[in-house]
């Protein structure tokens, strides 16, 4: 499957921003899909993931501001970022894998299929 990320751009903090994940190739409903980010020198950070029920994963730095979703019917699969800040700026990657287990979701090696990536920025 491929994936295509965008929606990335520079916003002030406290605004808003949805980055979408489009999968072609392949039926995309039996896949969980997730967003990992990663800021230049660090290590990609898990943000949230949704699997092929609908279940949702987030992580701490997501809880509350950040929304994952997906259309199946698109191929689809978005994140809604509310309230941003700048410690949000980073490129934001979306994966995909119809193999992840639950306890595995959260490690980027989980996943076999990567989108290339789309750049959020915020400024203060």
């Known amino acids: 499957v491929q994936l295509q990320a965008s929606g990335g751009g520079l916003v002030r903090a406290g605004g808003s921003l949805r980055l979408s994940c489009a999968a072609s190739?392949?039926?995309?409903?039996?896949?969980?899909v997730a967003w990992f980010r990663q800021i230049p020198g660090k290590e990609r950070e898990f943000v949230s993931a949704i699997r092929w029920n609908g279940i949702i994963i987030d992580s701490g730095a997501a809880k509350g501001r950040f929304t994952i979703s997906r259309d199946n019917a698109k191929n689809t699969v978005y994140l809604q970022m509310n309230s941003v800040k700048p410690e949000d700026t980073a490129v934001y990657y979306c994966?995909?894998?119809?193999?992840?287990?639950?306890?595995?979701?959260?490690?980027?090696?989980?996943?076999?299929?990567w989108g290339q990536g789309t750049l959020v920025t915020v400024s203060s």
């Open positions: 190739g392949r039926t995309f409903s039996g896949y969980t």
């Open positions: 994966a995909a894998s119809s193999t992840v287990i639950l306890s595995n979701i959260r490690r980027d090696n989980a996943y076999g299929y």
